[in-house]
């Protein structure tokens, strides 16, 4: 009788054991899933010609530019997956593959160059040209949206995983950036309205200088000597031309995808109304008319009539 009972005992320590062993790989399996969860891309895990992968996207890229320099049809949209390493960034990758910057930084949704903390994911496609996304969600998607329908580029609809999810993109093989596309995203779609200048006032809340109230300033102040040349921010035409009580003398230009710039405070006006501008072309030269403080540019950037901070569109190295 003894040993029956000890040998249920011992049956039930072993059964006990084994439920929480179970419910261990249970625990480590789901927590391990996201590791163990697949690609759908082929993965390279080094852009060297140790990886087979790598070397099969090497020749895929080549043998799109020798069917394009036969005059055949590119061969078939293939995609691959990359997780990058430290040090990577766009220009190495695109200059590695071979590949156009703007081709990765559209696959990958990027509105900027932006350097990839180890491990980003990447999708690299075996050869040149745009993703427009189907749905534009940022300023440079409407770019290029309007741009590709306006020349109505010949391409096909894709669908790209991106972190697990699916986007629709419109793919143009061999199509790269139109110059305002590449301006937008490099940062340098405006260049600097003067020579030289300090900010003395920025973009946003401020304390009025002749109401002492706090306003929104809708542009960005540039101290700069009387007389100083004023440049047309990029090339565009002359929407208005005038005098107001607060900026004073001031210029309006007209540019493509709805932008506008303005230069108020002007001393004289260099061109006409309606007149046709280009990027660098002195337009006016500072002054202090209308509510002002001292001889300075106030300048402006607005998208369809919205104000936008002038900063991160230009080139500041002239403060």
Request: hydrophobic fraction near 40%; charged fraction near 15%; proline fraction near 9%.
């Given at each position: 009788m003894y040993d029956g009972v000890r040998h249920i005992a011992r049956a039930e320590r072993i059964g006990k054991r084994l439920l929480v062993?179970?419910?261990?790989?249970?625990?480590?399996?789901?927590?391990?899933?996201?590791?163990?969860?697949?690609?759908?891309?082929?993965v390279i895990k080094s852009l060297t010609n140790?990886?087979?992968?790598?070397r099969q996207l090497e020749d895929d890229v080549a043998l799109y530019y020798?069917?394009?320099?036969?005059?055949?049809?590119?061969?078939?949209?293939?995609?691959?997956?990359?997780?990058?390493?430290?040090?990577?960034?766009?220009?190495?990758?695109?200059?590695?593959?071979?590949?156009?910057?703007?081709?990765?930084?559209?696959?990958?949704?990027?509105?900027?160059?932006?350097?990839f903390a180890p491990g980003t994911r990447l999708i690299i496609p075996n050869m040149p040209g745009l993703f427009v996304p189907a749905v534009p969600r940022t300023e440079l998607d409407y770019l290029m949206t309007a741009w590709r329908t306006k020349t109505g580029d010949a391409g096909q609809f894709v669908n790209l995983i991106e972190g697990g999810d699916s986007g629709r993109y419109y793919f143009v093989p061999g199509a790269r950036f139109h110059p305002l596309e590449r301006a937008y995203f490099l940062n340098v779609l405006f260049r600097f309205p003067l020579p030289k200048a300090v900010v003395t006032s920025r973009f946003g809340m401020r304390v009025d200088p002749f109401t002492r109230q706090v306003a929104f300033h809708?542009?960005?102040?540039?101290?700069?000597?009387?007389?100083?040349?004023?440049?047309?921010?990029?090339?565009?035409?002359v929407a208005e031309v005038g005098r107001d009580?607060?900026?004073?003398?001031?210029?309006?230009?007209?540019?493509?995808?709805?932008y506008q710039t303005v230069y108020g405070h002007l001393s004289s006006i260099l061109v006409r109304l309606h007149e046709e501008v280009t990027s660098g072309m002195i337009i006016g030269k500072v002054g202090s008319s209308g509510l002002s403080t001292g001889p300075h540019l106030h300048f402006e950037i607005r998208l369809r009539g919205r104000p936008e901070d002038p900063a991160p569109l230009l080139p500041m190295d002239g403060r």
């Open positions: 062993a179970l419910a261990l790989a249970t625990f480590l399996i789901a927590s391990a899933a996201p590791l163990l969860a697949e690609d759908p891309y082929p140790d990886d087979v992968l790598y020798q069917r394009i320099q036969n005059g055949k049809p590119p061969p078939p949209l293939g995609i691959f997956a990359y997780r990058t390493r430290k040090g990577d960034d766009l220009y190495g990758i695109a200059a590695q593959v071979n590949l156009p910057y703007e081709t990765i930084a559209t696959a990958n949704h990027l509105v900027h160059p932006e350097a809708s542009g960005i102040d540039l101290a700069a000597p009387w007389g100083t040349d004023v440049y047309a921010a990029r090339s565009g035409t009580f607060t900026y004073g003398n001031y210029i309006i230009l007209d540019h493509s995808a709805g």
